[in-house]
């Protein structure tokens, strides 16, 4: 985890589902790549948007998160 690559608010907010083909969403300052979900698909999931930090927004959930755990890090937030 301590090797993970830093991004800014601003390039994790290109992995949008709509800008770049990378599908990201940020829980606790880590970034996980969620591009192979078919629920995330075009960076939506409900009424939730990827390429931001959810993590205020993760308590609206059916779920907790553990949903994460099959998904790899791939960075973490400034
Ligand atoms: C209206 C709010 C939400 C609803 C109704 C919802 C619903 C669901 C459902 C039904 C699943 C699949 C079954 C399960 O694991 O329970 C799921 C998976 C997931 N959710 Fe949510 N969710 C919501 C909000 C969020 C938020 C805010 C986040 C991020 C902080 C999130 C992240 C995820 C992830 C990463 C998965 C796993 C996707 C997969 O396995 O392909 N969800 N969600």
């Known amino acids: 985890m301590a090797e ?3 991004y800014t608010k601003q390039q994790l907010a290109l992995r949008n589902g709509q800008d ?3 599908i990201w969403v940020a829980y606790l300052g880590v970034i ?5 979900s ?3 698909r075009n960076g939506k999931h409900y009424e939730h948007w990827a390429g ?3 993590t205020d ?3 609206d959930a ?3 998160e553990g949903v994460f755990e099959k998904f ?4 973490k937030l400034v």
């Open 32 to 36: 996980y790549d969620v591009t192979e």
């Open 20 to 22: 770049k083909p990378q």
């Open 4 to 6: 993970l690559p830093i």
């Open 72 to 75: 790899d890090a791939v960075g």
């Open 52 to 54: 931001q930090d959810l």
């Open 62 to 64: 059916p779920h907790a």
């Open 38 to 40: 078919r629920l995330w």
């Open 57 to 59: 927004e993760l308590a």
